[in-house]
């Protein structure tokens, strides 16, 4: 099974006024229980704990899933 990542999540969300900054959009905590977003690195794949167990996490892959 491939690991999920935050990159391919639709609920992954991406501030235009903080470049660089990731979060989950369900309010996940991605990191120390307190962290709901991360600052990311170039190349980073963003392969979370959080993300692998999500019941909320909708592939970016799955058109069932996309809303007109």
Do not use: H
């Not at 660089?20 to 229980?33: A, D, E, P």
């Amino acid at each position: 099974m491939n690991k999920r990542s935050l990159y391919d999540c639709m609920e992954a969300r991406y501030p235009i006024d903080r470049l660089g900054y990731i979060y989950c959009r369900k309010g996940y905590s991605l990191g120390n229980g307190r962290m709901s977003g991360l600052w990311v690195d170039r190349n980073n794949p963003l392969i979370i704990t959080a993300c692998q167990n999500c019941p909320d996490f909708v592939s970016m892959d799955d058109d069932s899933k996309v809303k007109d």
